[in-house]
């Protein structure tokens, strides 16, 4: 037993956690069909969003976190839920009346708004499977239309007929009293329409392995439940497909919990072991509200790479995935300084036990690129944009190498990235909003002090030095909060409420150029 496998056993962090209760489940044991397997979910109704990316990011963490502990083999599948008939027309995709004329037809059944693909289905498979294999994730892809109709579900969906009255009398407790009436869990393809149809079912035959209903000329209908012909109801479907692939873990967001009791129950029904679970808090927009593929009311993945580096955004799906959290535009600077703060950590840590603890170990995978920023976070490169509103990154270099002469773009990739999303995230969400203070004759004074500072300090004069001449300065002036006093200055010199390290953004920006920037408030 290696010491490096004694550290991760005993990791907090939350994927070692999760990894540790699978492997609990197992008694160590390799399972019958010869892995351990990880499943995801995507309901194609809408455009894939941010936070299906960070369900995958999260399960590959747990999944890499497992590999740690065990030689058990692993497998990830994506398994995609477009055999879902419409029940909402997304208001975020070009076409939508088109799209409206197909409510209740498999996702897979419906034209490409976009065209580009065969079916509406496939096209939002699609951009989710491009948007994986651009960031490296290993996976198997699942289609709920070709499992149906390749008949992967079939001997499960004779199991669900022959067990039909214990789940019924699993399901209908949960429902109001009309939707007892008319629930099944079986949904039955219209062989005229191709419909999703949610009707009572008459019969059901599980020797023929065929359920019958009522059509609307009060015909009766028998069609098979294998097939492709009948799709189960959501909830049974979730438990079906925990006992039909042998599901070991599985992610699943709040809106899941109420229903997991009956996910986990309809799997040992049908003879499965239900898997070891993870429930996530769902992320918020920006008005506190759930974010939706189908409003599209939430950063997208390709916004968020707009402005910051992919390793910010899995920073982001790392942290407290139990906890509820604003996922908005404003929340990029700090997960990229954040970011960068874990990495220098991460690289000036020996202790095996506190690397597992961090972060960057799970957004990386055990191997953790080293970045070099000098000190500059992406804060200070947008407060630095802000005072000199450059029309290129070339402007902020010049910046950088004086403050320090041994960074190049060439050599420092990720600080030179990092000076071009300043720049696009200052123009886009900075800029318009910047309102200056007049300064009072108190804060002239306080001005004045500042300048005569800086005109008496050496080049060479520390950045911390500098923070407490201005911490000095606030406290001369008589402020009870100094919050008070810096928020002042962020409000007369940047336009911004908030604002730097004065002393670090001074050796940034460099004193003249500081000078002048006060001098031009005085």
């Given amino acids: 037993m290696s010491e490096i496998w004694k550290d991760a056993i005993k990791s907090n962090a939350w994927p070692f956690v999760e990894a540790k209760k699978i492997l609990d489940s197992l008694n160590g044991k390799i399972p019958e069909k010869g892995y351990v397997l990880f499943e995801t979910g995507y309901g194609p109704s809408g455009l894939p969003h941010i936070g299906t990316f960070g369900e995958n990011a999260r399960m590959v963490m747990v999944q890499k976190a497992f590999e740690q502990l065990s030689d058990i083999p692993t497998k990830l599948i994506c398994f995609s839920d477009d055999m879902d008939g419409l029940r909402k027309v997304p208001s975020n995709i070009p076409n939508p009346e088109m799209v409206a004329q197909y409510m209740d037809m498999p996702l897979t059944s419906i034209p490409d708004t976009f065209g580009e693909c065969e079916s509406y289905g496939h096209y939002m498979n699609a951009k989710l499977r491009s948007f994986l294999d651009k960031f490296g994730f290993e996976y198997e892809f699942y289609s709920s239309t070709n499992c149906y109709k390749a008949g992967m579900f079939d001997e499960m969906l004779i199991m669900v007929l022959e067990k039909y009255d214990e789940i019924m009398e699993l399901m209908l407790p949960t429902f109001r009293e009309e939707r007892k009436a008319t629930y099944s869990p079986f949904m039955p393809i219209c062989p005229n329409t191709g419909k999703v149809l949610q009707v009572p079912i008459e019969k059901w035959d599980?020797?023929?392995?065929?359920?019958?209903?009522?059509?609307?000329?009060?015909?009766?209908?028998?069609?098979?439940?294998?097939?492709?012909?009948?799709?189960?109801?959501?909830?049974?479907?979730?438990?079906?497909?925990?006992?039909?692939?042998?599901?070991?873990?599985?992610?699943?967001?709040?809106?899941?919990?109420?229903?997991?009791?009956?996910?986990?129950?309809?799997?040992?029904?049908?003879?499965?072991?239900?898997?070891?679970?993870?429930?996530?808090?769902?992320?918020?927009?920006?008005?506190?509200?759930?974010?939706?593929?189908?409003?599209?009311?939430?950063?997208?993945?390709?916004?968020?790479?707009?402005?910051?580096?992919?390793?910010?955004?899995?920073?982001?799906?790392?942290?407290?995935p139990t906890r509820a959290k604003r996922l908005f535009f404003d929340v990029i600077p700090k997960n990229v300084d954040e970011y960068i703060t874990f990495n220098q950590k991460y690289h000036l840590e020996e202790d095996m036990a506190k690397r597992f603890a961090n972060p960057v170990y799970h957004i990386h995978h055990g191997n953790v690129p080293k970045i070099e920023t000098f000190g500059i976070t992406y804060s200070l490169l947008l407060n630095l944009t802000s005072v000199c509103n450059p029309s290129d990154k070339s402007v902020l270099w010049g910046f950088i190498s004086k403050y320090e002469p041994k960074a190049t773009p060439n050599t420092n990739p990720y600080l030179d990235h990092l000076a071009e999303f300043a720049i696009r995230y200052y123009n886009d969400f900075i800029k318009a909003h910047k309102s200056y203070l007049s300064p009072s004759e108190k804060h002239k004074v306080i001005l004045q002090d500042i300048l005569d500072m800086l005109s008496d300090i050496a080049d060479q004069t520390e950045a911390e030095a500098i923070q407490k001449a201005i911490y000095d300065i606030g406290m001369k002036a008589g402020y009870e909060n100094l919050r008070d006093y810096f928020k002042d200055l962020y409000q007369i010199l940047l336009g911004q409420n908030e604002g730097p390290r004065l002393g670090t953004f001074i050796k940034l920006y460099g004193v003249q150029e500081m000078k002048k920037l006060v001098e031009g408030q005085l």
């Fill in 206 to 320: 599980a020797k023929a392995g065929t359920v019958t209903y009522k059509d609307k000329a009060g015909n009766y209908i028998e069609v098979p439940v294998t097939g492709g012909h009948c799709k189960l109801q959501w909830k049974p479907d979730f438990g079906m497909r925990w006992a039909a692939l042998k599901v070991d873990y599985e992610m699943y967001g709040k809106d899941h919990l109420a229903n997991a009791r009956l996910y986990s129950e309809i799997c040992r029904i049908l003879g499965g072991k239900p898997p070891v679970q993870l429930c996530y808090e769902l992320f918020l927009d920006e008005n506190g509200e759930k974010i939706s593929k189908s409003k599209g009311n939430s950063i997208s993945i390709d916004d968020w790479l707009k402005y910051a580096p992919v390793e910010s955004m899995a920073l982001f799906m790392y942290q407290n």
